[in-house]
């Protein structure tokens, strides 16, 4: 299959789910961050034209009415959920305060409707920045990995991990994964953020990004062995160097935050992620719309690991 890339414009953190009624859901940051959007179709190409409704809008004021990031459709245990991060207006540029984790959740077969019933905050264990969380069940058990800011450790951004009692509560025990602590990392801002996970050829594997989100953004590696103990800290492994990095020669810049899907018929994996197509001139990248969603298949190396190659050219 070829894909249009950019498959759409303008839209960053971009998220695929293929469901088992064989739609694929789309959702991602929409310009101005004051809602979630949501699309579908039967093909990745046909999203841009395809089925799209506003399935949930910011408040007027408090903590869900700023900011609206990176929205992630999750079909958990016969219920829709997503999952985003939103500001209060007061706190939208105080590092120390802004962004908390929330999950939305609808019971209707089809997710296309408003009826998104707000289950609140998702708690961790001590409040601070936070935000990009995503789900994944393994073995059964149902996993978070998120974002946040920790004042003990210098940086912006660290990713963590816990296990879920339910899809908007977590157990009481989490781990930290990941601090920014290469070059690569650190270019910018401290961070490490927008974790995705992809479980293949008996390893989990999460992938993340770091640095500002200029053409200095990249995607990194994170993975454990599948009988792993995932709250062990010791389990996980991590990459030294990034593995999807801008590319001069395709005029694409920044990859990163990327998610995970299938191809139609559900034999290549591809990966999911926004880029800019030239690299940010003036002013704080993140109020630069020009992050548009992309979309490319990748293999796998002869030690079951992801080989993604460089952003494809438009």
């Known amino acids: 299959m070829k894909y ?14 293929k469901h088992t009624d064989g739609y694929y859901y789309f959702t991602a940051s929409v310009p101005g961050y004051q809602s979630i ?3 579908r179709a039967k093909t990745i190409n046909e999203l841009k034209d395809g089925e799209l409704l506003t399935v949930w809008q910011a408040h007027d004021k408090g903590e869900l009415s700023s900011l ?12 829709w959920y997503i999952y985003f991060s939103a500001s209060n207006h007061e706190n939208e540029r105080n590092q120390r305060n802004h962004h908390r984790m929330f999950v939305l959740e ?3 077969e089809n997710p296309m409707n408003d009826d998104w019933v707000e289950k609140g905050q998702v708690k961790t264990l001590f409040e601070s920045f936070s935000l990009d969380a995503t789900v994944f069940e393994h073995k059964g058990e149902l996993f978070y990995v998120w974002a946040q800011q920790d004042p003990r450790i210098q940086g912006n951004s660290n990713l963590y991990l816990a296990r ?11 781990i930290l994964l990941s601090i920014p602590e290469y070059d690569w990392e650190k270019i910018g801002f401290e961070v490490n953020e927008a974790p995705a ?9 999460i992938t993340y990004s770091g640095s500002a989100t200029d053409e200095n953004y990249a995607i990194g590696l994170l993975w454990a062995d599948a009988d792993a103990d995932l709250l062990n800290g010791f389990s996980w492994h ?15 810049y920044g990859p990163g935050h990327n998610s995970f899907t299938v191809s139609e018929d559900g034999t290549t994996d591809l990966i999911v992620y926004h880029a800019r197509p030239e690299k940010n001139k003036v002013g704080d990248p993140l109020d630069n719309p020009n992050r548009h969603a992309r979309i490319q298949a990748f293999e796998w190396d002869e030690n079951g690991f ?5 952003p494809v050219a438009n």
């Open 4 to 17: 249009n890339n950019p498959i759409m414009t303008e839209r960053a953190d971009p998220w695929i789910y």
């Open 37 to 39: 959007e949501l699309r």
């Open 68 to 79: 609206i990031w990176a929205p992630e459709i999750h079909y958990i245990r016969g219920k």
């Open 106 to 108: 609808n019971s209707h």
């Open 164 to 174: 879920m009692k339910n899809p908007w509560t977590l157990e009481n025990k989490q």
């Open 197 to 205: 996970v992809i479980i293949r050829n008996n390893k989990v594997f």
């Open 238 to 252: 991590k990459s030294k160097e990034p593995v999807f990095v801008s590319s001069e020669k395709n005029q694409q």
């Open 306 to 310: 992801p080989v993604f190659g460089e």
